[in-house]
């Protein structure tokens, strides 16, 4: 034996729990591997590690699928092994399951591993090594190993701990962090590669019995569960946060008219004007209003506070996302209200982009077409130069017709507020275009201020 593991005569080794090392050596910390024999899966390889490097190095330089699986199944099941070298070795060998290559004897390795030591906590090893494999896995094989099913049914979400202590935490990101979370996530993947419903069906029966937790039901609930469900208890911010996550995430999937539902009951409960609803809400909120335009008439969009929230976002997703349908509801939204005509006016001041020409110009026509004539007066400093700048190329035709619009409006006045707006502009035009141009842009902005008073002020040259 000891020939045909290489071992030297004379020297001293110790084992344990399938480590054999050179020397005496101690597990519960096991930072660096060298000369380390080990015992895989019941049986000895003919090995040994010549190497001087940390735990994390080796796992990753290791492309052997049988020297991997030695020293991983070996530390996952030394109880004297701290749990970070074990959920790192799981984490690892997720991507070894994503590599090109051996990336499917990995796969086999992985699947091992579950079924031999099954989890007992969803940290983000677990969690990762679980997602790759239902990933990678075809629907066949993932209902070929029952143990992945049983082991997902059979899990106790009570033990999993909260992902949310209080409502004002609550977020997407904070959510797949947690292991409620992933374990969720993980169950989600699961039943809807093999084509199976009633996984989700199980964990939304664990979820209704959850008592640890009211936000984390109400989420969960929102994000996962159907109409019926959703609609069965009192609809909260936080169930609809979950549900509007889950049309975030995956527009134009079937339960829009679910997330239709939901928000028109919340935009028209007074309880909802409250200040100290999240951004995340608003945002996904306005996703679901951009995505359907037949809904809208019977929304409450009138009010203010967490309205207000829902119409920037609803304007900053339709200037920053062309497959955004979000044009009518941003005019419902306004209809004649003297503040929502400000705030797009001023909205628009910084996003007067040139890939945006056609977007903006409906916008404006939004303000273009309001009866009243004396509108709330626009900041004008909210145009912001260094934006134009770093990222595109401003559009001269349109800020030149959104200044004109606002005039008409008594939004602008002629004063030095625009004379200071006109100025940013042109020096603005003369650093990202030709002389043309400028000479284009003064010829539309004399109208508006005497070019002769500001020469001092601009920065390039009036040729």
């Known amino acids: 034996m000891a020939e045909k593991l290489g071992w030297e005569e004379g020297k001293k080794y ?101 079924r031999e030591f099954g989890i007992d906590h969803f940290n983000f090893g677990n969690y990762y090594l679980l997602e790759t494999i239902v990933e990678k896995g075809s629907k066949d094989e993932l209902i070929a190993h029952l143990e992945l099913g049983e082991l997902l049914s059979n899990t106790d979400i009570g033990t999993l701990g909260k992902a949310f202590e209080s409502e004002e935490e609550v977020s997407e990101t904070k959510f797949m962090n947690s292991e409620i979370g992933r374990y969720c996530m993980v169950v989600k993947g699961y039943a809807t590669k093999i084509e199976d419903s009633s996984f989700m069906n199980e964990l939304l029966e664990k979820v209704a019995h959850l008592e640890s937790s009211k936000v984390d039901q109400q989420y969960i609930f929102g994000k996962y569960a159907n109409k019926g469900l959703v609609l069965a208890e009192e609809i909260s911010k936080v169930s609809l946060l979950g549900l509007s996550t889950r049309i975030a995430l995956q527009p134009g999937v079937k339960e829009l008219e679910n997330a239709c539902s939901a928000v028109k ?171 043309e141009e400028v000479r284009e842009a003064l010829e539309q902005f004399k109208d508006f201020v005497d070019i002769d008073l500001i020469k001092g002020e601009l920065e390039f040259k009036i040729l």
Not at 59 to 85: C, H, L, M, S
Not at 271 to 291: C, H, Q, R, T
Not at 364 to 377: F, S, V, Y
């Open 265 to 435: 009951e919340i935009m028209s409960d007074p309880k909802f004007e409250a200040n100290d609803m999240g951004p995340a809400l608003a945002n996904n909120v306005a996703v679901v209003l951009s995505e359907t335009n037949r809904d809208t008439e019977n929304i409450n969009l009138s009010g203010g506070g967490f309205h207000d929230k829902v119409f920037r976002a609803l304007v900053k997703l339709y200037l920053g996302n062309e497959k955004s349908n979000g044009l009518e509801a941003i005019g419902k939204f306004v209809g004649e209200d003297g503040q929502r005509l400000k705030t797009l006016a001023e909205m628009l001041l910084s996003r007067m982009f040139s890939k945006n020409s056609e977007r903006t110009a409906k916008l404006i026509t939004i303000i273009e077409r309001a009866k009243d004539n004396r509108l709330p007066l626009v900041k004008c400093w909210e145009f912001n130069p260094f934006i134009y700048q770093k990222k595109s190329e401003i559009d001269v035709h349109g800020i030149e017709k959104l200044i004109r619009v606002c005039i008409g409006k008594n939004m602008i006045r002629y004063n030095q507020d625009l004379k200071n707006l006109v100025v940013r502009v042109l020096n603005v035009i003369s650093e990202i275009r030709g002389r």
């Open 14 to 114: 110790t084992y344990q729990s399938g480590f054999i090392f050179e020397g005496d050596s101690d597990l519960s910390n096991p930072h660096l591997i060298k000369n380390l024999v080990v015992r895989n899966f019941g049986e000895f390889t003919d090995f040994s590690i010549e190497k001087d490097e940390s735990v994390e190095e080796y796992f990753k330089n290791e492309n052997n699928v049988e020297k991997f699986g030695g020293v991983a199944y070996a530390f996952i099941k030394d109880p004297k092994v701290n749990n970070q070298y074990k959920e790192r070795a799981k984490s690892i060998l997720g991507e070894k399951i994503e590599q090109e290559g051996n990336g499917r004897d990995f796969w086999k390795l992985g699947v091992k591993i579950i």
